[in-house]
């Protein structure tokens, strides 16, 4: 992590109100000094990423704005991702003044500001911290939080509509269909709501999720979490494409921010679909995809490079030039059989193979210790971002049935989420649901 | 390097010098690589000379058309090692465990005719340690699996006949009795029926493989209602016994797929390649790992270990076609698989047998599961290097 002396001199100790101030104006002199420009309206970050991937740690992102951040911007190393369930009791007036409360605590965060009026060293000495304090010295580290909702939040698995919001429910956000071989883990399923905390410095994220789940207290806890260690997507043509846990570049072919034309058909919600409160949000699909390494370890070379379609080394197609050569899937090799075979990893994905389907991928690696028969539960940590969930489901389906590395992977974790629109300053995530 | 092209060559290969996945003492990476620029017009080796042992060749692709790079013997026209497949912009390696004498490099872009740039390549040096003549070691091992196949699925036709009658006359304890004895004839050879596409889904897909809109057929299907489950292990939902009609036809299903591999099998061109047995032992205990020592095969009935048995039975005939091959190149592993084999019959043994039963999944500690995935992995992994060895 880069230190970003400028922050972290500012950050701790000082009176509230003056530390604000000067984190403002040194924070904001600190990017310009780096180089790093913002285009605040799409949260689009131009050239933060260096050949590693890992941004510099005085990069921040905007929380308000046309769209929420963490979906274009350029994917960061680290991810905590949350699920939660409003609680029994929990009224309208308490989901709305939840959204209020975290977008407000998520702002701050975003700026690297502690929560809460008097942060996590001043205020009341006979009072717990408002801030739990691990990221005091920490740089912005790039942080972008972003809200999503549930279908359950809309009309619950017993059909109340506990928010009196039934009738704005998008007719696309229900449950996802069961695709063939899934495995899901009701304990590490759905969710009323969902919070995505991606950051470059891990504690920087996992501070974020647990400040917001202690604001949320009494209103809504969690269901399920997931910690992501690296990422497995580019979002942005300047990172570098990192691989997977089956040692393979991932997400080359996603879409990037740098290609407006792609993200506005294909991941912003258009003022053409409904409801008009998604007008910019986005629909988030999180999977939680077990790997079995250990068995894919001892495949052969040849048969990694045919199960996903590429090469191991460089991630060029097996048709044939570099990482970012299109696949030509009419090439042809020995006894005419084609170089990609047709039930390869990256063919099938391919918007080729899904009447022109992309979605932006996300995805995080993880390794969360180890399971009753000694082997590591590992795997990746799949979120994609798409305009209908509707391009989700009709590119897994086709991966379930068919796709070799099926033999590989589990899905054992699920959710669907609209993500609203981002929230204007003053306002706050979700508005437009209660308007 | 493409183990099923490797097949065909396999014979001619064997007598001078062989692709190699596996070689003790001479990692591949140890050595420097000879570059092939296989170009449009050209077929560069950066060398045209080596000693002997393992060599390895990188072959590039810098042409436009899919390329094929050939070692040939002396005479021109045995082929002693290739890669195929290579893509423009690819490069790929083909490592050879080489004799001395006297070879030919040539690239083949666009796949056809004698290829380009064919140029000598000598090795001088000391005679490396040679497997002796396999080809007959290789066809025997071929007849004697077919026979083996062969056998399992008549076997398998017979059993499932006996067992869909009980099923079909509503006597169900007979039918759960029987279930899991006939499937070994089926586990023993999966891989096998796995080669054939559609057959294996629609005879031994799990209820959670299936696609929303297709069809559950099989014997998990039937495994579903002789051993029908709680709601509460049914997505809650209380689980409404087959009809006889359906019986009936569910059951027809499962004879037809059966005599469909039974023919496919017995079809007077049927025949396995060399690899194709080393891969049936490997995938067989893969099988095992994914499946039977999570208890996710058996899910209502619990006969995982009987699978499981079954299973290791069908790698180690596998294995055993194909190991007097595999021990002239690698005695270290033959070694280290004998034992492992043994250790893990053993093992199993401490829970049953196929003739009088095994312990059920479920009645398992996890300690036992444990230590049973334990010595899976034990054998699996040095049994991945089976086939790049056979072939080797």
Known sequence: MTDDSLVDGTAPAAPQKLSRRGLLGLAGAGVVGLGVGVAGDRGVLAATASAGGSTTGGTSYPFYGEHQSGIVTPAQDRLHFAAFDMSSTATRADLIELLQDWSTAAALMCQGKPVGEFGAVDGPYDAPPQDTGEALDLPTGGLTITIGFGPTLFVDASGADRFGIASKQPAELTELPHFPADDLDAQRTGGDLCIQACSDDPQIAVHAIRNLSRIAFGRASLRWSQLGFGRTSSTSTAQVTPRNLFGFKDGTANIKAEEPGKVSKSVWVGSSDAPAWMTGGSYLVARRIRMTIETWDRTALSEQEKIIGRTKGEGAPLSGGKEFTAPDFSVLGRADKPLIDADSHVRLAHPDSNAGSEILRRGYNFVDGNDSLGRLDAGLFFISYQRSPQQFIGIQMNLAKNDLMNEYIRHVGSGLFAVPPGAKQGSYVGAGLFS | ?392
Not at chain 2, 344 to 360: C, R, W
């Open chain 2, 1 to 392: 390097m493409k183990a099923t092209a490797v097949i065909t060559t396999i014979g001619a290969a064997a007598t001078l010098l062989a692709l190699t996945g596996c070689v003790p003492n001479a990692s591949p990476s140890d050595s420097a690589a000879i570059t092939v620029d296989s170009s449009a017009d050209a077929c560069t080796v950066s060398t045209n000379t080596a000693s002997s042992g393992t060599l390895r060749f990188e072959v590039t692709n810098s042409g436009d058309q899919v390329t094929e790079f050939y070692l040939l013997a002396d005479d021109g026209l045995r082929i002693v090692g290739e890669v195929e497949n290579v893509g423009p912009g690819i490069s790929r390696d083909l490592v050879v465990q080489a004799q001395p004498g006297d070879y030919f490099t040539v690239c083949k872009p666009g796949m056809i005719g004698d290829g380009i740039g064919n140029a000598a390549f000598a090795v001088t040096g000391d005679k490396v340690k040679l497997a002796g003549d396999e080809q007959e070691q290789v066809d025997a091992a071929a007849t004697n699996y077919v026979a083996y196949i062969k056998d399992q699925v008549a076997q398998l036709v017979t059993g499932t006949d006996t067992f869909l009658a009980a099923y079909l006359a509503g006597d169900d304890e007979t039918a759960r009795a029987t279930y899991a004895t006939t499937r070994a004839n089926y586990e023993r050879i999966e891989p096998v029926a796995e080669s054939f596409g559609d057959l294996d889904p629609e005879i031994d897909f799990r209820e959670a493989d299936v696609a929303p809109d297709d069809e559950w057929t099989g014997w998990h299907r039937i495994e579903k209602d002789l051993f029908p489950p709680a709601a509460a292990d049914n997505g809650g939902v209380e689980y409404v016994a087959l009809t006889p009609e359906e019986r009936s036809y569910y059951a027809d299903k499962l004879k037809e797929n059966t005599q469909q591999l039974y023919d496919a099998v017995h079809a007077s061109d049927y025949t396995v390649t060399i690899d194709a047995i080393s891969n049936g032992a490997i995938g067989l205990l893969e099988e095992v790992a994914s499946g039977k020592i999570t208890g996710e095969e058996e899910i209502w009935s619990h006969t995982d270990l009987w699978d499981f048995q079954a299973n290791l039975e069908g790698a180690r005939v596998a294995y055993e076609g194909v190991r007097d091959i595999v021990e002239t190149k690698d005695p270290e592993l033959v070694k280290t698989l004998d034992t492992r084999f043994g250790d893990l019959e053993q093992q199993l043994a401490a829970y049953g047998s196929l003739d009088k039963g095994f312990v059920y999944y479920d009645e398992l500690t996890p300690a036992q599961v444990k230590e049973l995935a334990d010595g899976v992995n034990s054998l699996s992994e040095p049994l991945s290097e089976l086939t790049s060895t056979l072939v080797g």
